[in-house]
T-cell receptor
Framework: QKEVEQDPGPLSVPEGAIVSLNCTYSNSAFQYFMWYRQYSRKGPELLMYTYSSGNKEDGRFTAQVDKSSKYISLFIRDSQPSDSATYLCAMSVDNQGGKLIFGQGTELSVKP | NAGVMQNPRHLVRRRGQEARLRCSPMKGHSHVYWYRQLPEEGLKFMVYLQKENIIDESGMPKERFSAEFPKEGPSILRIQQVVRGDSAAYFC?????????????FGEGSRLTVL
């Protein structure tokens, strides 16, 4: 069993839709949870970062962490074609520095 | 305002040759991380370095792979005697300090193809 599970998709939605992306994990020691966005042939860029449980909102993006269920989500409201990319969840334990454990990534396509 | 710079962006090697990948961190960043992305897989941690020190190499294959971050110059990931299974995208990331928060800044990657 992988430490972090993420449905690879692909996921295709119409422009304006609400997108829900999810990851589950098995290591209860994870404290930091991130979502990265990766455009084709580019490096990942940090979208959202959350410490421990709770919600965090940034514009059209909302990240949720439920540590009791070992489940994290990223919601994208009013999705745009420019949101088409691969979304990677990532997690780390307190003292692991930049040693992130990534999910496989979900490929999202937003159709005009 | 340069980001993390990686070169070469694309590298082709024949089996048995050596590959050297270079990474210059963002200005002001002294911590460097290397990740590998195999086809259809997520990013996998390889190594974490500070200037002249290897902090965590738990993700590095035991043989043929080495990394350094000298006092002067870029960080280098070296793969000796490459095999076809080494074909992947290698990403470098940097942070301004030992990031317990996971906020890393990634380069655009070096794509290695082994023939």
């Amino acid at each position: 069993q992988k430490e972090v599970e993420q449905d690879p998709g692909p996921l295709s939605v119409p422009e304006g839709a609400i997108v829900s992306l999810n990851c589950t994990y098995s290591n209860s020691a994870f404290q930091y949870f991130m979502w990265y966005r990766q455009y084709s042939r580019k490096g990942p860029e940090l979208l959202m970062y959350t410490y421990s449980s709770g919600n965090k909102e940034d514009g059209r993006f909302t990240a949720q962490v439920d540590k009791s269920s070992k489940y994290i989500s990223l919601f994208i409201r009013d999705s745009q074609p420019s949101d088409s990319a691969t979304y990677l969840c990532a997690m780390s334990v307190d003292n692991q520095g930049g040693k992130l454990i990534f999910g496989q990534g979900t490929e999202l396509s937003v159709k005009p | 305002n340069a980001g993390v710079m990686q070169n070469p962006r694309h590298l082709v090697r024949r089996r048995g040759q050596e590959a050297r990948l270079r990474c210059s961190p963002m200005k002001g960043h002294s911590h460097v991380y290397w990740y590998r992305q195999l086809p259809e897989e997520g990013l996998k941690f390889m190594v974490y370095l500070q200037k002249e020190n290897i902090i965590d190499e738990s993700g590095m294959p035991k043989e043929r792979f080495s990394a350094e971050f000298p006092k002067e110059g870029p960080s280098i990931l070296r793969i000796q005697q490459v095999v076809r299974g080494d074909s992947a995208a290698y990403f470098c990331a940097s942070s301004p300090q030992g990031s317990g928060t996971g906020e890393l800044f990634f380069g655009e990657g070096s794509r290695l193809t082994v023939l």
